[in-house]
């Protein structure tokens, strides 16, 4: 048996367009705010955190996201791009530099 391995790159602006629709979309409150920017820390399973300006720049209101919120995101950016994906593949997030990469793992068989 085979494996297919992918990574698909999300730029934080991206990423910033896709969690602002993925909270609208499931009726979650978000400041009446600009997004400042987004934290990525860790490597490996890293804790996503959304960051929104505040009238002190050093003090933005931190939105800490889940890996279930981030990958249903970057799943759904996806389906806008028109980017296939394996349905039933394994699907995770890693940091990549500055941004953030969906890792899709995939069994291939003979038919």
């Known amino acids: ?27 979650i409150e ?14 490996k399973s890293p804790k996503v955190i959304m960051q ?3 009238a002190n720049p ?11 919120f981030v990958l249903t995101s970057m799943i759904l950016t996806c389906r806008d791009y028109l980017i296939p994906l394996p349905r039933l593949a394994e699907k995770t997030i890693q940091a990549h530099n500055d941004q953030l990469a969906m890792v899709i793992s ?3 068989t003979r038919k």
């Open 1 to 27: 048996m085979l494996i297919e391995v992918r990574k698909i790159l999300f730029p934080l602006e991206v990423l910033k367009q896709s969690f602002l629709n993925e909270c609208k979309v499931n009726g």
């Open 52 to 54: 929104f300006m505040t």
């Open 106 to 108: 995939h069994k291939v």
């Open 58 to 68: 050093d003090a933005p209101i931190d939105m800490p996201l889940s890996e279930n």
């Open 30 to 43: 978000v400041p009446n705010s600009q997004v400042q920017n987004i934290k990525i820390n860790g490597e």
